[in-house]
């Protein structure tokens, strides 16, 4: 791998020297040379003294996604490797159980991987990545999974970006070892048995990153009638199944996720409390479908809210707040007194008081209160380990 000299501005040094992961593209004062996506960068203080190495990318306003920092380090297949073992090594309280096989197991920046993140799914591990700086690194991280983790299989996963500029012998959804998966994957979260469509799904196949709000959720079942909205593969709905829910009406926009999800209940039929449960689902739009509820005068005891990211970027900031606003009072529309509503934001953009605020405003426009029984955030297979790295909020509350 090629490697290049970079000065920083000295307020770029001391974000390094923090421990932030990012050097933006304004940042850079020097280069050594022309670099290509996936040089190792190797940033020298004004004293020519090393300060941090990480992957260069020419393409992307991140300029540079530091690896390490502090002591001049050889960035070769045990430094990845010796990575991908502290980041398991973080879930420990995960690894041994026969409930929940299904985690990540690199969580980007937050475990000192920009970029990459490693999804498990029983024996099947999905590999994604969000830049093309780690492209040229592919085969080394591979390695580093296969030896540390240990799946049978390794799927490759890519963000729309990276795509774009993948070499022709790398596909989305390709195996990269291991035999290709025949299907969906199937894998235990809280028990239940779930799939993961880990070539053709959103993100890889499930979003792991509910599995303690579900689990939270569930608890709060018990003879209710429920709305799963965002429902995408009906984790939430099945938790609230198991947990005793007298219904589960399910909405997202995606024919082929509402079809994992009534696959996925299939699959739980085992369960006395799945079986008891009455399942139905609208495929269309959330607003509309949830406008077209309340015209019917349909109530439930719990609403379940969890959009995608409003917020793509900076300017799309106000527009997510007032949409986080306007489900909450579209929710309450259709939550009897002394209902609950469990809602969340995955949008890093959004700051976590400005995603409560627009909650409590969303339920004031409807002339309701919300009681508060929990805010929740990162489980512990998705850890926050800079500023940027903090995305998922959520509330529990009561409207009496
Ligand atoms: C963050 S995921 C929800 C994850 C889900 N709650 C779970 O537990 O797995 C967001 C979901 O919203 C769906 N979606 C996006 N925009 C939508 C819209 N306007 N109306 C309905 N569904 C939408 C997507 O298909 C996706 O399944």
Redesign the pocket.
């Given at each position: 791998m090629s490697r290049l000299a970079v000065r920083v501005t000295p307020d770029a040094l001391r974000q390094i020297r923090g421990g932030h992961p990012w050097v933006y593209a304004e940042s850079v004062v020097s280069t050594s040379h022309d670099g290509r996506a996936g040089d190792l960068a190797v940033v020298f203080d004004d004293r020519r003294r090393f300060a941090a190495i990480g992957l260069y990318d020419p393409g992307s306003p991140i300029r540079i996604k530091v690896l390490h920092h502090g002591r001049p380090a050889v960035i070769d297949g045990a430094w990845w490797k010796d990575r991908v073992a502290d980041a398991l090594a973080r879930r420990a309280d995960l690894l041994g159980s026969v409930t929940t096989t299904g985690y990540r197991v690199v969580h980007g920046e937050n475990d000192g991987l920009p970029g990459l993140v490693v999804d498990r799914y029983a024996d099947t591990c999905v590999l994604k990545l969000y830049s093309a700086a780690l492209v040229p690194h592919l085969a080394t991280l591979v390695d580093a999974i296969g030896a540390v983790v240990g799946a049978a299989r390794i799927v490759l996963r890519v963000s729309r970006l990276v795509a774009s500029q993948l070499p022709g012998d790398l596909a989305e959804g390709m195996t990269l070892a291991g035999p290709p998966p025949d299907g969906p994957v199937w894998f235990h979260e809280n028990g239940l048995r779930l799939t993961a469509d880990v070539v053709g799904g959103?993100k890889t196949g499930?979003?792991l990153d509910?599995r303690d709000n579900?689990r939270l959720v569930g608890g709060r079942a018990m003879g209710a009638r429920v709305l799963?909205?965002?429902?995408?593969?009906?984790?939430?709905a099945l938790n609230a199944a198991a947990g005793g829910a007298l219904s589960v009406h399910l909405?997202?926009?995606?024919h082929g996720?509402l079809a994992a999800a009534e696959a996925n209940r299939r699959a739980n039929l085992d369960l006395d409390a799945v079986r008891g449960c009455r399942f139905t689902s609208d495929v269309?739009?959330?607003?509309a479908?949830l406008t077209a509820l309340a015209g019917r005068g349909v109530r439930y005891d719990l609403v379940?809210v969890?959009?995608?990211s409003f917020a793509q970027n900076q300017a799309g900031v106000e527009r997510a707040v007032v949409a986080y606003r306007r489900l909450t009072a579209l929710a309450l529309d259709l939550i009897a007194p002394g209902g609950l509503l469990f809602q969340a934001s995955?949008s890093s953009r959004v700051p976590a008081e400005r995603f409560y605020a627009a909650v409590t405003l969303g339920a004031a426009s409807r002339g309701r209160r919300l009681d508060e029984l929990a805010r929740t955030d990162h489980p512990l297979d998705h850890p926050i380990g800079f500023p940027q790295g903090a995305y998922l909020k959520a509330l529990l509350a009561r409207a009496p």
């Open positions: 959103q499930h979003f509910q579900r799963d909205v965002f429902a995408c593969t009906g984790g939430f909405v997202d926009q995606s996720a269309g739009d959330a607003f479908a379940v969890d959009p995608p995955c």
